[in-house]
């Protein structure tokens, strides 16, 4: 069936210090695929999304591309800031069919000054 | 700015007293779907309305309910709350069919403490 496999956290960094939290999915259909972003007490927030193969979803200075080749979306940012401090989700959601987005579990991420 | 709002913020209800919670969106979106998320796990889908259609989630206990009146509103009936169902609710809409690269747009959620 349909799936996202993130990395266990939770991921300790410094400031400043380069970020990668790897995602991969499970091919099946030709789906979009997004990260999500969940700040203590709050709902998710849309961070980044790619809808096609070697799209390069970005924002805040979060990248991750679309790779077909190896089913992943993996996240990036080059230099994390205290407020980076957070749940990130990747997700998935077919593009035709249904309406069902499929969560990877969770990483939660602590960035020290 | 077009969003999602939940009421409350924060509910307490006693065991096996009804409770409902609240979401309304000013985005318009055909779906209006209904989370649970425990201790920043994954949200676990409930069940999603598009437009007037209901569809649950095979392993949605009897317990949870929704209703969607309009296109804005959509509420979420816990029938019998149990210590179990104490749980971050949280309300998200998307646009529909064939609109796969549409995000999905959450509220801030609703807190829910059973006693």
């Known amino acids: 069936g349909n799936s996202v496999t993130q990395m266990e956290g939770p991921v300790t960094l410094s400031e400043e210090a380069f970020l990668t939290i790897n995602c991969t999915y499970t091919a099946t259909g030709y789906p979009s695929l997004f990260w999500y972003v969940q700040y203590p007490g709050e709902g998710l927030q849309l961070l980044l999304k790619a809808t096609k193969a070697d799209d390069k979803g970005s924002n805040k200075g979060f990248e991750a591309t679309y790779r077909k080749e190896t089913t992943s979306f993996h996240l990036e940012k080059g230099s994390v800031q205290v407020s980076d401090s957070a749940v990130y989700f990747c997700?998935?959601?077919?593009?035709?069919?249904?309406?069902?987005?499929?969560f990877g579990a969770g990483t939660r991420l602590f960035v020290k000054a | 700015d077009a969003m999602v709002i939940q009421n409350p913020r924060y509910q307490v209800t006693q065991f096996g007293k009804p409770v409902t919670l609240s979401c309304s969106q000013t985005l318009n979106h055909n779906v209006m779907y209904w989370y649970q998320q425990k201790s920043s796990q994954a949200p676990k889908l409930l069940f999603h309305y598009y437009d007037k259609d209901f569809n649950n989630e095979a392993d949605t206990p009897d317990n949870f309910q929704s209703r969607r009146p309009n296109t804005s509103f959509c509420f979420l009936d816990i029938r019998s709350p149990g210590l179990g169902d104490a749980a971050m609710y949280l309300c998200a809409t998307s646009r529909g069919a064939g609109q796969g690269g549409s995000p999905l747009h959450f509220g801030n959620g609703t807190r829910l403490t059973v006693t």
């Open positions: 997700a998935r959601r077919a593009n035709t069919g249904g309406f069902k987005t499929i």
